[in-house]
């Protein structure tokens, strides 16, 4: 998860950035953007930013969460493109649903330790020890090591 944790946090800042402007753009000056009332606009950042998340998942070989960010996206287009109710309610199922996968497997993968740190979390190989530190026998031997 370590490869994806920069760019992923990035495309939710941009794309959470862009969806706000859009909506301060549509109550201060005009409730529009090129002719799109700016919610709508807003709506379809935050559905094509899930599908970007979904792209750099599945780009580093993380299917169970470019699966997850990919169902969210799916749920907000069914919400945008939904012409009755019932696909209205199915995109919010969808976007419910997702939303618990990616929130589950985030917290079982820290806790797993497979976010690509070790599995004690910190700067080691896995069993304790630092296979880099020759001067302490491969023993964690500071704080610093946690640093990486």
Not at 8 to 26: E, K
Not at 48 to 74: C, E, K, M, P
Not at 102 to 124: E, K, M, Q, V, Y
């Amino acid at each position: 998860m370590t490869e994806t944790v920069d760019l992923q946090g990035s495309v939710i800042g941009a794309g959470l950035l862009l969806a706000v402007g859009f909506l301060v753009y549509g109550t201060v000056v005009s409730g529009t953007i090129v002719g799109i009332d700016a919610a709508a606009a807003a709506t379809w950042v935050l559905a094509l930013t899930f599908i970007a998340l979904a792209g750099v998942h599945a780009s580093v070989g993380q299917y169970d969460f470019a699966l997850g960010h990919g169902g969210a996206a799916a749920g907000w287009l069914f919400v945008l493109l939904g012409s009755s109710g019932f696909q209205t309610v199915l995109g919010l199922v969808l976007l419910v649903l997702s939303g618990s996968y990616i929130a589950i497997r985030t917290l079982r993968a820290r806790s797993d330790g497979t976010d690509g740190d070790g599995a004690d979390g910190g700067g080691t190989d896995g069993d304790g020890t630092d296979e880099d530190d020759t001067e302490t026998d491969g023993k964690r031997d500071s704080v610093s090591d946690d640093i990486e």
